[in-house]
Nanobody, 129 residues
């Protein structure tokens, strides 16, 4: 089993920055893909970013590319999401998740909700205009 706990959310003005962190405990963190998703009120949960087990490969949604950066620290068992140039449309609850499925393509990073097996409880990000 794995437990994921997000932190770092809050209220920020448009153009500002926030850094989210996801602390993982359990057996899966160090060897599996991690991802960030978000869900705004009345909208479906959507993919934000993913990172390979060793941090060498990353993948971003077009809406955040160039503004957000995902990273991981194996020593701390954390995966972070650095968010810059924030926009009101980035407001949402942000979730981290882990994909424990083996993928033969070592560069494949999933972006679909059903591909991630464990989820955190989420942290709220609100960007004011």
């Amino acid at each position: 089993q794995v437990q994921l706990v997000e932190s770092g959310g809050g209220l920020v003005q448009a153009g500002g920055s926030l850094r989210l962190s996801c602390a993982a405990s359990g057996r899966y963190f160090s060897s599996h893909i991690m991802g960030w998703f978000r869900q705004a009120p009345g909208k479906d949960r959507e993919f934000v970013a993913a990172i390979s087990w060793n941090g060498g490969t990353t993948y971003y949604a077009d809406s955040v590319k160039g503004r957000f950066t995902i990273s991981r620290d194996h020593a701390k068992s954390t995966v972070d999401l650095e968010m810059n140039s924030l926009k009101p449309e980035d407001s949402a609850v942000y979730y981290c998740a882990v994909d424990i499925t083996y993928h033969s393509d070592i560069y494949y990073l999933p972006s679909q909700i059903h591909e991630y097996e464990y989820w955190g409880q989420g942290t709220q990000v609100t960007v004011s205009s």
